[in-house]
């Protein structure tokens, strides 16, 4: 530092310029401002150059001489210099060398003369003056300095008492307790007590603590007083240690300090007379012993609250509660006396804020104001400190309040003028303050205005400048809210004025501000302070006592208590409200009913509650088998919708929460979504409608309301607006369809990831149906400007949002409809022509204007090669139409219009109604009808114009490009199937559309091919669905039953329906439609095989989705068959064969999955009771007795092969009864039968059934059939005989032997004919001996096997009553080659039809003896032989069984000539009636020749015969004839002698 200062050179040539250097260096730095760093260098400086005179470097007179000069720089040069040499003094007299400490002296002896002597002697040693002569001799010097030191820190001087007067402290006394009102002052008294202290010789100090005294009883004249003290006093401390000796006199342990002394504490505070720091000492308690209590007070406060909220036993009650009062009582007594907290009071009374706020700093937080009176009076202060600022700003309307008078004292905090002023002071105190501004709800209030004056300034506010600068005083406010106002709510005792004020305020933040608020309330606060933890735990413990006791009867006395509790403590009351609710669904109704006390603040608390409890992390929105949605979500959905239908609630944080969590790719919330707009708005979207609300919901918007809902709509147009208003302020509406629509399918790939598939259909269930119900809300309430406003085109929608078309074409619907019809009215105006043909061609044109914008649209939703088959304005057609546009419900009109007409009715009659309400309700209904029959007019017209649009339309809907089969495909892949799984209402429409299509005579579209396709292959599209879909999809195919059926039931209907309709064209041109050539049409017979082709189609989908074991395919199935239930099934054996799968799935199901099981059983309860509306199959498609082949023509199922009528009638039961398996086998082996039906003459005759169409060749059957009539009985079985592979020989011999067979059935022939006949049936029974004989004895074993229910483990079925056959067309020689394969296998009864073939076999039985008993007279047998020939039935079962396996083994060619044989035989004892003990393989499905029957059953008798001769001859044919008997027996019991044609109908009625 040294070389810095004073460099070696600068010594070295000091005569030079050294010298000149150092002086000038000098000159710097004493000219420099005197700072620590500046002061420090000069002093360095001067100490170098010492130094060096020490050291020797530098002679003591040159430096002395120098050093005069220094000392003329400053002042204080002197004692710079002195302090140098203090230093030096030290250093020298610690060294070794003797001549270094001379320099030193010598230095200074040249220096007395510009370093006062009187500096030196205070900072150098004794020794060092006593060297330089300051001092005689230094030990005398330290004796001096002791005692001077003793005499001025130790000795007391004291007063003699005794030479003091009490005169003169009486004087004083009257001196200052004399009447100050006059010209007195302070000064003058001053002097008076000058002069007697001085006359009486009074004590200075004594006579400052009689001042105090004084001025303690007249602590009111703090103007005379204070500049007395400030005059009398010399030292602060001496005035300190006064009031400190007085305070520490009141602290004895029953003493209490006098507010006066506080307040002249405060008075000298403020003043500055004391320092608190010196007077805080002296203050009990000490700072420790509060932070302690405070501690304590915590503890305590949280043991209530644990004892509040634990479960105690009756006898510990009482226990407590004694303690408790213990621990009262001991509070109670006067707590001790905390000075600190008395000064405090007493600072913030005379308004000191800043000694105030310094005490209240060294205190815990709210430890202070926790304390009634200090809180009161910091409320005083700040009531006087915002009081200008709430004259001006805060002050509402009418309002008066009482003024306040400002505080006198200049110390005081000035008050505030503006908003700015209040971050000075107010804000801190009020932080201060904190909850307990409870004390004061005058200023709670003030404060509350004066914030919603800020946010109304802040809101108006347009320059952004201003608004930044506002910004910080808003989070103050803020602030306050958070830490200030909802605490001292909760401490307000139910004071909804408070809570009403404070919405007031509130509700000018966002939502977001507010539930942060809440949040902050609920979570933090609580805990901040001991009194808060009680308040928390007592209102816990009164909301348990109020929920215990809440019922739908006592709703109006607990909500008063609910809306109590609420004023001031809304968080805890509602989440505990919640928590119950979440487990105890039944309390929704009465605790939203109980909320109508609550205020306007509570009401958007709860708001918040609900979206808290909803999004509590902790809780598992699943249940824990992973298929459902928690009970505790679905019970706060519910609450939802009814809290905020009922009760004024913003909904925006609830409606930005669905949407957050849509985002984040969660739909469970949807579901709150649903209720909300369920309730609020009245649209419910349920699958579950009857036809007359699906019906009515195809009307206008009133019979919607009136007949379309479940729930009852009224009153919800103040709630869907609150709704609508919320979605549109906050730009919530589109957002929303828009997630939804895309979370929809997103709920199957990202969310469904590794949830259960029933949940993942629930799922997307709910997302789709509050897609559907959220769009129809906004197109009912929005308006036009604000949807089209809202809704982008169809192209965007899908294009850039990814929207589903289905969705997106959902979404626009509305718009096209509002565009089309505001562009017709526009037209209408500009021409004025009343004529409806105008009318017509103005709406079309307003629709071609709407419309060719979309149809461009659609163009780029799928690839080009798509519109080869479509046109883009069909597709766009299809998408924007509703069933409104279709057809008007005039049904649903006359039904709700009567409903009307009979509750105006009612009303009349109804005496007891006073006559203003009878009035408003007749007003009421009046104007609903009229308003009805206003809106049916409406519809009709529109629907007239709509259906004179498509009339125009249809001509280029459908290109001719491709196939009819693609066209077909592309409708059913792009429009219907998309639409029909949509909703309920759509599934209508597109099976309504789809009969339009075809009304409307549309070129190039083949309605019977669509409907082929609908029927044909359901599996996978029901396998597909979810289980609202399959809902919707039924009723889809309910209604396109609906028009089959009504077209199959009726000929006259569908010879004007269908007759010469370009939809049922069997071969299509390339000339298109010509109308006029009835062959090319499908009449109604083959129409009628068509239908029953579908039906089986149906049957054999429905059996294989039961059989498949599958949940998602049995429960879909069975929703499916439910739906179509009123049209199918219609035949009995189809029928038959489901109830028995439908009874598996119910014995399988009920153990595993009881949901599956309940959908099973409500559905064979159903079906059963269906039973007695099903026909036989020979009833619903008529078998002409001629019937032909179809090698050509439309045939989309089996074709009808040639065959004998009995065999027809037997597969057509097998057809229907049998497995798909079997179909599927059967189908297989038509190849390898086609071979050996050329070998095999028994099988010329045989086929599968008809389920398909005929087509035009029917003619050429039936000109064959007339050529072979006219040649002879031989040729014409050779040609049988011969000839039997070709199909047209088939087709002859068969119709011939029908033909020949129905005659008998209608008139009586002559004997020759009869014959005829007989020799026929001899050949014939040679053919199908075989056949007969498997049939028999199948039918044997099923009687066998009866109870048991076996399932077969082998490929093939056996073919009895409960065989299905093939549905696809097959060769003629199929039948015998699985019969020869039977013969050669030991099978077991069907696995999927035995149990119907076992349940069903006494139907058939019964079926075919009263069949037989119309030709069959012989004697009854009595009951004795019933009993026995049971008995023996069952004695021979396992036999039977045996024997069978034996018969199959033998050799059938021998049979075959025996059977023959017999059969002759026995048709010449019985002629042409049948044998009492004949047997039947299957019931008699169509009406043949019962000669044909009668052969069958003679063939099987015989059969029988020959087989049990064989086996065992005696017990064999007893059994045999006994089972025989027991069974003509019930013919005749059952049928009676009846005429011969009618056979049929009994055959109907018996099953």
């Not at 006359?199 to 103007?223: G, H, M, T």
């Not at 419309?851 to 998408?879: C, G, N």
């Not at 399988?1148 to 064979?1164: F, H, V, W």
């Not at 019985?1470 to 044909?1492: E, W």
Request: aromatic residues 6%; proline residues 4%.
């Amino acid at each position: 530092m040294a070389a810095s200062v004073l460099p070696t050179d600068w010594i070295k040539n000091w005569e030079k310029s050294g010298k000149n250097d150092f002086l000038q260096l000098c000159q710097d730095l004493a000219g420099k401002p005197s700072s620590e760093v500046f002061l420090k260098d000069l002093q360095s400086a001067l100490y170098e150059l010492c130094w060096h005179v020490v050291q020797g470097s530098l002679k003591v007179d040159v430096a002395a001489s120098l050093l005069a000069d220094v000392m003329e720089l400053r002042e204080d040069m002197p004692s710079i210099l002195a302090d140098v040499f203090c230093v030096l003094d030290i250093e020298t007299g610690c060294l070794e060398e003797k001549h270094k400490r001379d320099h030193f002296t010598q230095l200074v002896g040249a220096c007395l003369f510009c370093v006062p002597d009187a500096v030196l002697k205070e900072r150098l040693d004794p020794e060092t003056l006593e060297s330089l002569g300051l001092i005689k001799q230094a030990l005398q010097f330290n004796q001096k300095i002791v005692k001077i030191k003793t005499k001025l820190f130790y000795k007391q001087q004291k007063f003699n008492l005794l030479r003091e007067e009490n005169e003169g402290y009486a004087k004083l006394v009257t001196e200052l307790g004399q009447d100050l009102t006059g010209n007195v002052t302070s000064h003058l008294v001053l002097e008076s007590i000058k002069s007697l202290i001085g006359c009486f010789n009074l004590d200075p100090n004594r006579v400052l603590d009689i001042i105090l005294e004084v001025y303690e009883c007249r602590s009111d004249q703090d103007e005379f007083f204070i500049p007395l003290i400030k005059s009398y006093m010399c030292e602060h401390q001496t005035l300190c240690h006064i009031l400190g000796f007085k305070f520490k006199f009141h602290q004895e342990p029953n003493g209490e300090t006098p507010s006066s002394l506080y307040h002249i504490a405060a008075a000298l505070l403020q003043h500055n007379l004391i320092a608190l720091e010196d007077l805080y000492v002296h203050l009990l308690p000490v700072d420790s012993t509060i932070v302690e209590e405070h501690k304590r007070e915590i503890l305590e406060a949280k043991q209530i609250a644990r004892k509040l909220t634990m479960v105690v036993v009756p006898s510990e009650k009482t226990d407590d509660k004694e303690k408790d009062k213990e621990k009262e009582e001991e509070k109670s007594e006067k707590p001790p006396d905390n000075q600190k907290l008395g000064l405090l009071e007493a600072l913030l009374r005379i308004g000191d804020w800043q000694h105030a706020q310094s005490i209240m700093e060294q205190m815990p937080a709210y430890y202070a104001t926790s304390h009634k009176a200090i809180a009161i009076a910091l409320c005083q202060l700040l009531h006087l400190i915002v009081e200008p600022l709430y004259r001006r700003a805060g002050v509402p309307k009418g309002a008066k309040g009482s003024l306040l008078k400002p505080l006198r004292s200049r110390q005081a905090p000035s008050p505030v003028e503006t908003f700015e002023d209040l971050s000075k002071d107010v804000f801190t105190m009020l932080g201060y303050l904190g909850p307990h501004l409870s004390h004061d709800p005058i200023l709670f209030a003030k404060i509350v205005r004066l914030g919603k004056s800020f946010m109304k300034e802040y809101q108006s506010e347009s320059k952004q400048d201003a608004k930044d600068k506002m910004d910080s005083l808003l989070s103050c406010f803020l602030s306050i809210a958070d830490q200030v106002l909802l605490p001292s709510l909760t401490l307000m005792e139910c004071n909804a004025c408070m809570s009403e004020e404070l919405w007031g305020f509130f509700k000018l933040f966002p939502y977001q501000y507010r539930y942060r608020l809440y949040g902050q309330w609920k979570n933090e606060t609580y805990s901040n302070h001991p009194l808060l933890v009680k308040v928390k735990a007592q209102t816990v413990d009164r909301a348990k006592y109020i929920m215990k006791r809440l019922t739908k009867e006592n709703v109006k006395p607990s909500g008063r208590q609910i809306g109590k509790l609420s004023h001031s403590n809304p968080t805890i009351l509602f989440d505990y409200i919640l928590s119950q609710i979440q487990w105890y669904d039944n309390l929704i109704t009465p605790v939203v009913d109980s909320l109508k006390y609550l205020t306007s603040l509570n009401y958007d608390v709860l708001a918040y509650c609900i979206i808290e409890a909803l999004a509590n992390p902790e809780k598992e929105k699943m249940k824990h088998d992973d298929t459902t949605i928690s009970s505790w979500l679905q019970s706060l959905a519910s609450l939802c919708g009814a809290v905020f239908r009922k009760y004024p609630i913003e909904l925006a944080g609830l409606l930005q929460y669905v949407t957050n969590q849509l985002k984040a790719g969660k739909s469970f919330d949807l579901l709150i979504l649903k209720e909300v707009v369920q309730k609020m708005a009245g649209i419910e979207i349920t699958d579950e409608m009857t036809v007359e609300q699906l019906e009515a919901m195809t009307g206008g918007e009133q019979l919607k309301a009136e007949g379309g809902y479940f729930g009852q709509i009224r009153n919800t147009k103040k709630s869907s607006q609150r709704l609508k208003d919320s979605l549109l302020d906050h730009e919530l509406a589109l957002p929303l369809c828009l997630l939804m629509a895309q979370q929809r399918n997103g709920v199957v790939f990202s969310e469904g990831g590794e949830k259960h598939l029933k949940l993942v259909g629930k799922l997307y269930d709910q997302c789709h149906d509050t897609l559907v119900q959220f769009g129809v809300f906004l197109a009912s309430n929005l308006s036009t400007e604000d949807y089209i406003k809202r809704v982008p085109s169809v192209d965007i929608l899908c294009n850039q949002f990814h929207t589903p078309h289905d969705a997106a074409f959902f979404l626009s619907r509305p718009m096209y409809a509002h565009q089309i019809l505001s562009k017709y009215d526009e037209l209408k105006k500009a021409e004025k022509g009343n004529r409806q043909q105008q009318k017509v061609h103005k709406y079309i044109a307003a629709c071609e204007q709407v419309m060719a914008p979309v149809h461009e649209a659609v163009v780029s939703l799928h690839p080009p090669k798509v519109w080869d088959d479509i046109r883009p304005q069909f597709y766009a057609t299809f998408w924007s139409l509703t069933m409104y546009d279709l057809a008007v419900p005039q049904s649903a009109y006359d039904r709700e219009v009567n409903k009307l007409k009979m509750q105006i009715k009612a009303i009349d009659e109804n005496t007891e109604m006073p006559l203003n309400k009878k009035k408003k309700e007749k007003e009421r209904c009046t104007a609903l009808l009229d308003k009805l029959l206003e809106e049916e007019k409406k519809q009709l017209e529109h629907v007239q114009r709509v259906l004179q649009r498509l009339k125009l339309e249809k001509d280029n809907w459908l290109l001719a490009k491709s196939t009819k089969n693609e066209t077909i495909t592309k409708f059913l892949q792009l429009c219907l199937f998309p639409r029909c799984v949509f909703s309920a209402i759509d599934a209508v429409y597109c099976a309504r559309f789809v009969e339009l299509v075809h009304q409307q005579k549309t070129p190039n579209f083949c309605t019977l091919l669509c409907y082929d396709r609908v029927f044909s292959d359901i599996i996978y599209t029901v396998a597909s669905c979810t289980e609202n879909e399959s809902r919707r999809y039924g009723r889809f195919l309910c209604c396109m039953l609906e028009t089959v059926t009504r077209w199959h039931s009726d000929k006259t209907t569908y010879e004007k329906e269908c007759g010469n309709y370009p939809g049922f064209l069997t071969i299509f041109r390339a000339s298109g439609f010509d109308g006029g050539n009835k062959a090319d049409q499908l009449d109604y017979e083959n129409f009628r095989h068509v239908v029953h082709k579908w039906h089986y189609k149906l049957t054999k989908a429905s059996v294989h989705c039961l059989e498949t074991g599958e949940y998602t395919h049995i429960r879909n199935i069975l929703i499916v068959l439910t739906k179509i239930l009123p049209y199918y099934p219609k035949v009995l054996n189809l029928g038959q064969a489901l109830e028995c799968r439908v009874h598996k799935i119910c014995q399988e199901e009920k153990e595993k999955r009881p949901d599956l099981y309940a959908l099973a059983m409500g559905y064979s309860g159903q079906l059963k009771s269906r039973k007695v509306h099903m026909v036989p199959e020979n009833e619903f498609h008529y078998k002409e007795p001629v019937s032909s082949t179809n090698p050509g023509g439309l045939q989309n199922g089996p074709g009808n092969t040639g065959k004998p009528a009995a065999a027809a009638a037997s597969a057509t039961s097998k057809n229907e009864e049998g497995t798909a398996e079997d179909a599927e086998k059967s189908k297989d082996k038509s190849q390898v039968a086609q071979k050996t039906a050329s070998k095999n003459p028994t099988t010329a005759n045989k086929a599968s059934s008809s389920n398909g169409s005929s087509t035009p060749n029917s003619t050429k059957g039936s000109k064959e059939k007339e050529d072979k009539e006219k040649s002879g009985k031989e040729k014409k079985e050779k040609k049988e005989k011969n000839s039997g592979s070709t199909p047209e020989a088939k087709a002859g011999g068969k119709e011939k032997q029908k033909e020949e067979k129905a005659g008998d059935n209608k008139e009586k022939t002559p004997k020759a004919d009869k014959d005829k006949r007989k020799d026929e049936k001899k050949d014939e029974k040679s053919k199908t001996d075989g056949k007969s004989t498997d049939k028999e004895s199948s039918k044997e074993r099923d009687v066998s096997k009866e109870g048991k229910q076996k399932e077969s483990s082998k490929g093939e079925k056996t073919p009895g009553p409960g065989s299905l056959k093939s549905p696809v067309p097959r060769s003629e020689g199929a039948e015998s080659e699985r019969e020869q394969k039977r013969r050669k296998l030991d099978t077991h009864s069907s696995p999927s039809h035995s149990s119907a073939v076992k349940d069903n076999l006494n139907d058939l039985k019964d079926s075919v003896s009263k069949h037989h008993a119309n030709h069959s007279t012989a004697p009854t047998k009595t009951e004795a032989d019933k009993k026995e020939s049971e008995k023996s039935r069952d004695r021979s079962k396992e036999r039977e069984k045996k024997e069978d396996r034996k018969d199959r083994k033998r050799d059938y060619s021998n049979t075959d000539r025996e059977m023959s044989q017999e059969a002759k035989r026995r048709k010449d004892e019985n002629g042409t009636s049948s044998s009492k003990h004949s047997k039947s393989a299957s019931p008699p499905d169509s009406p043949r020749s019962n000669d044909k029957d009668n052969s069958k059953r003679s063939k099987s008798t015989s059969k029988d015969k020959t087989d049990l001769a064989k086996t065992d001859k005696t017990s064999g044919s007893k059994k045999e004839s006994r089972h025989d008997k027991e069974k003509s027996e019930k013919k005749r019991d059952s049928t009676g002698a009846k005429e011969d044609k009618k056979h049929h109908k009994s055959s109907e009625k018996h099953r």
